[in-house]
């Protein structure tokens, strides 16, 4: 064969899919006088195909120049005759499959009685013809993820066809229920995490009614979480971290039992618990509640709770995994601590340590019991200095960026500078009482002393707590709505039904 190239640029339409460069160049046979040949295999050698011939005239023809030829499929008339439009690419392609004798095929173009120039081929495409064993994906779940697609203009290579069969070609971000073949494959999870999303969740997704897992995390949507996410009965599991996500998260989303939310990393939202409330200008509205006060009453009912289980429990007992992904923080900022999987007991007569291998949160672990295995109460005092210093900073325990990577070691560093505005979530715009965040944040340093017997007791530290509390409350003012009395009342509802088992 002979290469044939085009000196000028070749009109392609988009749907043809041909690079300017395939689409420049062709191929001839070595004489005038021959036919062009193209073989390949297929497999299995029973399998039909379709093909896509595209033609364009690459050469300038003299006037009594002619073109014109036929195509044969192994030996077969295919299609012709055909002249090849100048600098223009036209696609000939196949209505009905075809199939190869054992698999052997052979295209041939074959130049006509009046052609004068040898036939030419630009490019060719087979495709093979594949029988699904399942059946098409539920067309409600397809009319859905495509008006996701359209929503935010994905543009996904493998986002064409069907998404979830066959299996080998499932839509990228996408999982599928496909195990039963009498019945459509439906889509439970998809994963748009960092694929440069704008605007607001879309209520398209509301139509995936099959979801399991939705993952729309490292975006950058904004507005209101929607409460159509808690009506898709198989939703359990939400990811919207590293957005720009406003407003709080509705009550039928907080409620829903069994759900897995992640809203960390929205600058416009403040967490503490897994619940998040509105931290813009609607703070002074009916129901809002300044953020000290609601970190002081999270922070107070863990605390009971600990201190529950430190002084009410026969035997004592040490939670050992305290954090804040362990405090459950709903609505109404009602607390309770979760996850008693490492909870220990401890001798009752004058134990003051059990001697275990060590489990635990790296960051929330207390580093004496890390050296030297001796678990004691005061491990629980440690890692409760840890989340209360994570809930008044409101910024992550390791973060390398910073100048010293633990929330511990960097707030200690602010409070030798006397910064304690560095310190404060950002975000509170000042607005507390100094006396009372410097006493909760000199409460939790000294949780964090090195030596476990130099900490206080979970006894003291709920009494520091109330005292900041009070404090805080007694500011008074029209941006508090939330009383005293019903701060403390909220403060309370620690659910000492959960009975821990010790191991």
């Given at each position: 064969?002979i290469?044939?190239?085009?000196?000028?640029?070749?009109?392609?339409?988009?749907?043809?899919?041909?690079?300017q460069?395939?689409?420049?160049?062709g191929?001839?046979?070595l004489?005038?006088?021959e036919?062009?040949?193209?073989?390949?295999?297929v497999?299995p050698?029973?399998?039909?195909?379709?093909?896509y011939?595209h033609?364009?005239?690459?050469?300038?023809?003299r006037?009594?120049?002619?073109?014109?030829?036929?195509?044969?499929?192994?030996?077969?008339?295919?299609?012709?005759?055909?002249?090849?439009?100048?600098l223009?690419?036209?696609?000939?392609?196949?209505?009905?499959p075809?199939?190869?004798?054992?698999?052997a095929?052979?295209?041939?173009l074959?130049?006509?009685?009046?052609?004068t120039?040898?036939p030419?081929?630009?490019?060719?495409?087979?495709?093979?013809?594949?029988n699904?064993?399942?059946?098409e994906?539920?067309?409600?779940?397809v009319?859905?993820?495509?008006?996701?697609q359209?929503?935010?203009?994905?543009?996904?290579i493998?986002?064409?066809?069907?998404?979830?069969?066959?299996?080998?070609?499932?839509?990228?971000g996408?999982n599928?229920?496909?195990s039963?073949?009498?019945?459509?494959?439906?889509i439970?999870?998809?994963?748009?995490?960092?694929?440069?999303?704008v605007?607001?969740?879309?209520?398209?997704?509301?139509?995936?009614?099959?979801?399991?897992?939705?993952?729309?995390?490292?975006?950058?949507?904004?507005?209101?979480i929607?409460?159509?996410?808690?009506?898709?009965?198989?939703?359990?599991?939400?990811?919207?971290?590293?957005?720009?996500?406003?407003?709080?998260?509705?009550?039928?989303?907080?409620?829903?039992?069994?759900?897995?939310?992640?809203?960390?990393?929205?600058?416009?939202?403040?967490?503490?618990?897994?619940?998040?409330?509105?931290s813009?200008?609607?703070?002074?509205?009916?129901?809002?509640?300044?953020?000290?006060v609601?970190?002081?009453?999270a922070?107070?009912?863990?605390?009971?709770g600990?201190?529950?289980?430190?002084n009410?429990?026969?035997?004592?007992m040490v939670?050992?995994?305290?954090?804040?992904?362990?405090i459950?923080?709903?609505?109404?900022?009602?607390?309770?601590?979760?996850?008693?999987?490492?909870?220990?007991?401890?001798?009752t007569?004058?134990?003051?340590?059990?001697?275990?291998?060590?489990?635990?949160?790296?960051?929330?672990?207390?580093?004496?019991?890390?050296?030297?295995?001796?678990?004691?109460?005061?491990?629980?005092?440690?890692?409760?200095?840890?989340?209360?210093?994570?809930?008044?900073?409101?910024?992550?325990?390791?973060d390398?960026?910073r100048?010293?990577?633990?929330?511990?070691?960097?707030?200690?560093?602010?409070?030798?500078?006397?910064?304690i505005?560095?310190?404060m979530?950002?975000?509170?715009n000042?607005?507390?009482?100094?006396?009372?965040?410097?006493?909760?944040?000199?409460?939790?340093?000294?949780?964090?002393n090195?030596?476990?017997?130099?900490?206080p007791?979970?006894?003291?530290?709920?009494?520091g707590?109330?005292?900041?509390?009070?404090?805080?409350?007694?500011?008074?003012?029209?941006s508090?709505?939330?009383?005293?009395?019903?701060?403390?009342?909220?403060?309370m509802?620690?659910?000492?039904?959960?009975?821990?088992?010790?191991r």
């Amino acid at each position: 064969m002979i290469r044939v190239v085009a000196m000028k640029k070749i009109d392609c339409k988009l749907d043809q899919g041909l690079p300017q460069g395939v689409a420049a160049t062709g191929a001839t046979p070595l004489n005038d006088a021959e036919t062009l040949n193209i073989t390949w295999d297929v497999e299995p050698p029973t399998a039909k195909f379709y093909t896509y011939m595209h033609f364009a005239e690459l050469q300038t023809l003299r006037a009594n120049d002619t073109r014109e030829f036929n195509t044969t499929m192994n030996g077969k008339y295919s299609y012709g005759p055909y002249t090849p439009t100048p600098l223009k690419i036209e696609t000939v392609l196949d209505v009905k499959p075809e199939e190869c004798d054992e698999g052997a095929c052979i295209l041939q173009l074959v130049g006509t009685s009046k052609s004068t120039l040898p036939p030419l081929l630009n490019a060719i495409e087979a495709f093979t013809e594949i029988n699904f064993p399942q059946m098409e994906t539920d067309g409600d779940d397809v009319y859905s993820i495509k008006n996701v697609q359209d929503s935010y203009g994905l543009d996904r290579i493998s986002w064409q066809g069907d998404p979830c069969v066959p299996i080998q070609f499932l839509w990228d971000g996408l999982n599928c229920d496909n195990s039963d073949n009498s019945t459509p494959p439906i889509i439970t999870s998809l994963n748009l995490s960092s694929s440069g999303l704008v605007g607001t969740i879309t209520q398209a997704i509301q139509n995936l009614t099959h979801l399991e897992k939705l993952d729309l995390s490292n975006n950058n949507l904004t507005g209101e979480i929607p409460e159509f996410l808690a009506d898709i009965k198989s939703l359990l599991v939400i990811d919207l971290s590293g957005n720009n996500i406003t407003g709080s998260v509705p009550p039928s989303v907080l409620q829903k039992k069994g759900m897995k939310l992640n809203v960390d990393n929205n600058p416009h939202l403040l967490c503490t618990g897994g619940s998040c409330v509105n931290s813009g200008e609607d703070k002074h509205k009916k129901n809002s509640i300044i953020v000290p006060v609601v970190a002081s009453i999270a922070s107070l009912a863990v605390l009971i709770g600990l201190e529950y289980l430190h002084n009410g429990c026969t035997p004592p007992m040490v939670h050992r995994d305290v954090k804040t992904t362990n405090i459950l923080l709903n609505e109404h900022f009602e607390a309770k601590l979760a996850d008693f999987g490492l909870s220990r007991s401890f001798p009752t007569e004058g134990g003051t340590h059990v001697s275990t291998v060590v489990a635990g949160t790296p960051g929330y672990l207390d580093p004496e019991y890390y050296r030297t295995n001796w678990l004691t109460e005061k491990s629980d005092v440690y890692s409760f200095g840890i989340v209360l210093l994570e809930i008044i900073t409101n910024r992550h325990v390791i973060d390398q960026s910073r100048e010293k990577a633990h929330i511990a070691e960097w707030v200690g560093l602010m409070l030798i500078k006397g910064d304690i505005i560095n310190i404060m979530d950002p975000s509170l715009n000042g607005d507390y009482d100094s006396g009372s965040v410097w006493k909760a944040v000199e409460l939790a340093m000294s949780c964090l002393n090195p030596s476990s017997t130099r900490r206080p007791t979970m006894t003291q530290v709920v009494i520091g707590l109330k005292e900041c509390l009070a404090s805080e409350n007694s500011r008074g003012g029209a941006s508090r709505d939330m009383d005293s009395k019903s701060s403390i009342e909220v403060s309370m509802t620690f659910d000492t039904d959960v009975n821990p088992t010790a191991r």
